[in-house]
């Protein structure tokens, strides 16, 4: 039976309580599809850094590069000042190991309350595809006579034909497999950014062409998010760019339900992918064991979606359904779930046929 | 008695519409306050550029400087291409007569439906401060290579000491004004446009130092969209640069109940102010009588605040509030109000009190 060599980054906070259960929800769906995982610790975070002063050793990522995913639980530390682990681990991780796309899908499953009036399940069922590696995060730009009144400070986007190509095409045959309406929207802001967003508009048209029997769409991203609150309904795929897909997708997160149950996957189809929920390091819950680790699970069902064991993937998902639909877990919030970290991670198991 | 010269830009498809049912509400608060409006039309818009090729010739804008305030109905039509209009007229006109300010009031009115869950009119009424002249919105930015694989796209945003800081004045201004919260947030994403969100953010901190008795406050564009849709009664007045700007008011106009209510303000403290109702032309609509025109009014009444008739601005927010609560206008969407465009623009004059 194959054997996948998984790299765990559990993280800050409540990092590790839900990347314990993530662990133990698809160590159990291995085992039932006769596969094996092998499991290696990195204690990366705002723990290590305060400890060392060590952020992301360049050892590390060549490392990483030897695994066949990376299953991250949190990163963040109140004591750290923004930026630096944000910068220095996620986002580097992202640049180096050219994670070139944050894949994101948004689904309101039974029980989970969203905050939008009479929204039912299949009315939010959406795959975001956002770009990773370029755009407003490449860090370009500069200050002109810094802390004077005649500062001027400048931050540049960039994008390449390279890179805006290869996830426009990620995007089209993702569309290409789903059920639903098999549309592909683009979402930018062509009548202002005039070269950023026209690129993105010249790439999707030309690749559109060669999916004929897909409905290509385009929308401005401030409409988007209009959408999203009004009619999810109208979404079936999104691609968009970094900054766009970084503000989308956290909108969507709160659609679907918010922190407990969404996941994404930061993901380089020719190489090392990482998969995470999308909830903070969440420092006042830590050590309580009573954060919802489901989107960790859910992470985990990617992951292994992606490394190709879909039918172990599948069997996750059925059996986050089977819990939800139980009606046992009352709450996505921490500490109003009715259940422990522990108990939902042990249900969702038991769950795995 | 006084005059205020007012320049009225009806636009395309609906807006002489509803501009017209603006104007009936305007003068009779005018009227009834004792001064006196004094209007001029202008047909800019894709109707006269279709015709004559005429865009925005520069005399208008000089001509503009001479009034009091201009007063929009909608710019936008389907057979021009997207772009020409918003840059060469909207974008145009807030730059060349520096309006500086977007000023966007959210405000849940009662009887209007929002697509949030669980809302009440007191949880969603804040004010938004978009910087509305630099940024992304500057058009800086090229191509290299361009309709090549090689092709790379950059998009600058440009943003000054300058810029910056007077509109964070403004927003530390109007806060101090409000009767809520008293809390300034700024929204930004600093852990990522390390150049751009850094300097608004340290102008922030220097300007909040002015304004001791004020919380000041700090949220991610991100995360600023979740609270939004989860918990909006969390903000009360908001600053925030051009692009983000133009997202997160889009997001609140559709919170608030959408385009049928949801006025803005171009505004230039020093200069002459533009006020339009956030919707588009609504082409589909054109000519029906069934648009709603409740989104003018309300940019009607901001326009009187503006000039310094407070009183009648208030006169018109309460004959707005007085005319939903009658429950006789059935819904806020074109074609569902129960009245025409005309019998709602006729209910508000006549609660003019
Ligand atoms: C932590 C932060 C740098 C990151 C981002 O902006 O991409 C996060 O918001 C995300 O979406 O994964
Ligand atoms: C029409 C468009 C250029 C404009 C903008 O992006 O600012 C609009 O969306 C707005 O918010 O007023």
Redo the contacts with the bound molecule.
């Keep these: 039976s194959k054997t996948y060599k998984i790299a765990i980054l559990p993280g800050d906070g409540t990092g590790p309580e839900v990347i314990r259960e993530g662990i133990k929800v698809i160590e159990t769906a291995a085992e039932k599809n006769d596969f094996k995982l092998d499991f290696t610790d990195y204690d990366l975070g705002g723990k290590r850094y305060l400890k060392t002063g060590e952020i992301l050793p360049d050892s590390v990522i060549e490392e990483f590069k030897k695994f066949d995913a990376m299953y991250l639980g949190a990163i963040g530390h109140p004591d750290v000042k923004p930026g630096i682990l944000e910068k220095g681990i996620l986002l580097k991780l992202r640049f180096e190991l050219d994670q070139y796309i944050n894949l994101r899908p948004v689904k309101l499953y039974p029980n989970v309350e969203t905050p939008l009036k009479d929204k039912k399940s299949e009315d939010i069922d959406m795959v975001i595809v956002r770009e990773n590696t370029e755009g407003l995060y490449t860090g370009a730009g500069g200050f002109l006579k810094k802390d004077t009144l005649q500062e001027v400070a400048i931050q540049e986007s960039i994008n390449t034909r390279f890179g805006v190509e290869r996830c426009i095409r990620y995007a089209f045959k993702l569309t290409q497999n789903r059920a639903k309406n098999n549309k592909l929207t683009l979402c930018g802001?062509t009548?202002?950014l005039t070269y950023a967003s026209d690129l993105w508009q010249r790439t999707f048209n030309v690749v559109a062409k060669e999916y004929p029997q897909l409905t290509s769409d385009y929308v401005?991203v401030?409409a988007a998010c209009m959408w999203f609150v009004k009619n999810p309904e109208w979404f079936d795929v999104i691609v968009t760019d970094n900054l766009f897909g970084d503000i989308i997708t956290d909108l969507a997160a709160m659609i679907q339900g918010g922190m407990g149950v969404a996941a994404g996957g930061n993901i380089n189809p020719e190489g090392v992918s990482m998969f995470e929920p999308m909830g903070g390091s969440a420092p006042k819950y830590t050590g309580l064991n009573i954060i919802n680790p489901i989107a960790t699970i859910n992470a985990g069902a990617m992951m292994l979606e992606i490394i190709g064991e879909s039918k172990a993937a599948k069997d996750i998902d059925n059996a986050v359904i089977e819990a939800l639909e139980s009606g046992k877990i009352k709450s996505m919030s921490a500490g109003k779930m009715g259940l422990s970290t522990t108990e939902v991670g042990d249900l969702i198991a038991s769950l795995l046929h």
Excluded: T
């Design positions: 802001k009548n202002v401005n401030d």
